[in-house]
Each structure stands twice: as C-alpha cells, then as structure tokens.
C-alpha cells in the first residue's frame, strides 16, 4: 500500500528539479538559498508522510466508517462506492462537487487548527523561516489524520464515491507543493478565485498583518466570505511563528505533547 522508496525519491528528484527552475525564474525572496536550516526534517517529513502518515490517516478513516457501513447494512467497500442519489451522478459530476466540498470543509477545520491545542500541533507546519516548496510538506500526522476524519466520512456518507477525485490527487497534492514554493505568482485578476503562491504565503508571514489570514487551500472566495482574505500589492516576508518549535523532526513530533508551560 502506497509509494515505495525508490517512487519517493524519483519524486523529490522530480520536484526538485521543478521547482529550481521556477523559482529560479520567478523567486518571491530574490537569492533564497536553497540549502536551508531545517531542509534535512523536511526531507524526513517526505519519508514519514507517504510512508506512515497517510497509511494511519486511511486507517483513521477507515475505522471511522465502520459504525457507518454497519448502519447501512454494507461492508466498507460498498459504502465507499457511492449510493443514492448523490452517487449516481458521473464521477466528474462528484469529482468537481467532491474538490469544492472537501475545501469548504478543509477551511474551517484548518481556521480551528489555528486555535487551543490544536495550534501546538499545526504551529510545526508554520515554523519553517525559510518558505520553499519544501517546507510544505512539514505537516504533524495528527494534522493529516484529523482534517481527513472531519471532511471524508462525511462525504462517504453523501454517498460520494472517493473513486472520482483518485485521478486528480497527484494534481491537488501538487498544487499544495507549489503554493508554499518561493514563486512570486499572484495570478493577477484570477487572485479571488484561486489560491497562489503569494496567497499562501501571505497565510505563513509571522507579521501581524498575515495573521489568521488565507486558509483556504484552493479556493479564496471562502476567505472572502468569511472576512479572512488578505493580498496586499507586495510579496509577503517574515516566516516562521514565535512558538518555540523544535528544528529536529523527533523533536516536533513530540512538541504537541510536551507541557506548554517548558
Ligand atoms: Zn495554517
């Protein structure tokens, strides 16, 4: 189940290689350099996500909607195959449906993550001072697992088939790459509409102006709906957050766990 190594680091070697072109030519932070304090984590993080990350999150998922598919009197496989009225649209229909839904969603659990306990755990994703397409993938398990429990049980129980997104998912795990990468896109009139590099910055500066700002994935209009869109006419600065967050990945899986009062 899931990549392999050897898939994993074809992928880095990929991304890498994609990324220093276009950041090359269209850097935010004019001569970033690309060996960085924090780059050897990331690159564990890159391991630790598709290899155990996402495999604790299927299972997460998976046991969620257990309960669920003994209500409906069917085995997980049946339930995850669409039903209802919902389900018998064509899977672009659900795919498109399915990409709005989940970021509506994604939204507001990611504006909870921003609060209480919760911030412990997603203040790791936020600590890198240097923001590169690398630094996206700094991410706590429990905020992989978490998001996914609150936005696809849900939609499962709709009855969308999770099948029609599979085919845009090494796509949305791009863009999510790329919006953190250090590229100065704003997308000019398209910025409402879509969520850019400069966006998501904007979401990562640690002054005061950007905070609580940004948290959508895809689509701003759920900032602009709720009052949290910010896009100033200048590239954000400033990364990082005042928590203190460990450097080391050991250290950070552990940091949520540890007394605040250290
Ligand atoms: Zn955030």
Redesign the pocket.
Known sequence: MGPSLLNITIGIAILAAIFAVLQWLWPSVPNQKTIRPGMLSDLGYFLLTPLITRNLTRISVALALIPVAWIYGTDLQGLTQGHGVVGAQSLTMQAIQIVVISDFLRYWV?RW??TGWLWRV?AI??SSQTMDWLASVRVHPINDVVPALLTVPPLIIAGYNPAAVAAFLPFLTFYAIMIHANLRWDYGPLRFVLASPVFHRW?HTKLAEGQDKN?AGLFPLWDLLFGTFYMPRRQPTDFGVDDPVPGHIFGQLIYPFLSSKR
Request: aromatic letters at 24%; hydrophobic letters at 25%.
């Open positions: 990611h993550f921003h997603h994703h936020h979401h948290f």
